[in-house]
């Protein structure tokens, strides 16, 4: 299988390579448009903000090929956000436009913020991503930002609000978590989607 990690030049590039790895597959992490088009799976990570993720997007001319896409790809944290239409940092960064909802600051209700630490996902129905995966697993978060609850919300958690952990659009799939931090869990996750 040909799978490809976009390179947005953000921190966890290599973490997800050596978790793929250790699902004993060989990624190649790339910026490269004709690399990216022959790809059977391709993962989009994210850390940091949406501003220089985007910059790193525009300059590598990626944003068009990404919103292209018809292979299956998944968003990884801020990658996942990516996804939305618009971003509330810096009072607003257009964000890739592929599903119609915005990605919103988190509110403060008692709990620090960024919601940073392990947490719990609702699956509200069976989800071939979280196949053998028992209920109430615990996955781990980093971020400030969020997608709220919406027609594209794959499964949610509850952190002082609810706010989509998962959102599945036609080939787009994405995780607020990070799978290479969260454990066996998390590399259960990425092997059902290489999987699909």
């Not at 250790?22 to 992490?29: C, V």
Request: proline share 5%; charged share 15%; net charge positive.
């Amino acid at each position: 299988m040909n799978i490809v990690i976009i390179n947005t030049n953000c921190s966890n590039l290599f973490s997800i390579k050596t978790m793929l790895n250790r699902l004993g597959h060989k990624p190649i992490i790339s910026d490269n448009s004709d690399v990216i088009l022959q790809s059977d799976k391709l993962l989009l990570p994210g850390v940091g903000t949406a501003a220089a993720a985007m910059q790193q997007l525009k300059k590598k001319k990626l944003v068009t090929l990404i919103q292209n896409c018809t292979k299956p790809i998944l968003g990884i944290c801020l990658g996942m956000q990516l996804f939305g239409t618009i971003s509330e940092e810096n009072y607003g960064i257009e964000t890739l436009k592929i599903i119609n909802t915005p990605i919103k600051r988190m509110q403060y209700h008692g709990f620090p913020l960024p919601h940073m630490g392990w947490n719990t996902i609702t699956i509200p129905q069976k989800n071939p991503l979280f196949d053998k995966i028992k209920k109430n697993n615990y996955f781990y978060f980093a971020h400030s930002y969020c997608i709220k609850i919406c027609d594209v919300t794959g499964a949610h958690t509850k952190y002082g609000q609810l706010f989509s952990s998962v959102i599945e659009y036609k080939n787009f799939f994405g995780v607020q978590f990070h799978p290479e931090k969260s454990g066996l869990s998390g590399q259960q996750l990425v092997k059902n989607f290489l999987e699909m």
